[in-house]
């Protein structure tokens, strides 16, 4: 379970003591928005349950979501990485940054160190990312990331984009 390092970021796993950030990054109705969830962000409970079900990914799929260092300040930022629940549609690369970060560049920097990783440490050829179909700045991400849109499909309701990327066979 690696630690991966940018040059402004440190993701690491997710540690109980993430709730409370990530608890508030989930919780700001603009970032909420921008997010495909299929539950509502919930207080402190859930949070914690959160951050043990994504410890509990990488246990069981041996690979899953970091939270978000911002080296500079030591402030948790976000999470990125990877999610593949029994039944999802693929691999997903999924992110969200605090909202006094956006427009840094943290989610692109995050989400492609990810995809890296995933490369090297992941037996797949495919990497989805399930974004709303308004999100224009997540579309922009995984366009900088490689990610080309894929198709419309329907979740729980909502109309999303599935953008994908595949392995470049060297």
Known sequence: MAVLETSRLQLRLPQASDAVALMEIHQDSEAMKRITLTAPPGGITVAWRNVAMMIGHWHLRGYGQWTVIEKETGMVVGRVGLWNPEGWP??????????????????????????????????????????????????RVAEKIGERFERVDAMDGRIVHIYSVRRTMT
């Open 90 to 139: 693929g691999i997903e690369l999924g992110w969200i940054i605090r909202r006094s970060r956006w427009n840094n560049g943290f989610a692109t920097e995050a989400a492609g160190a990810s995809l890296d990783w995933a490369w090297t440490n992941v037996d797949t050829d495919r990497i989805i990312s399930i974004i709303d179909a308004d999100n224009v700045a997540a579309i």
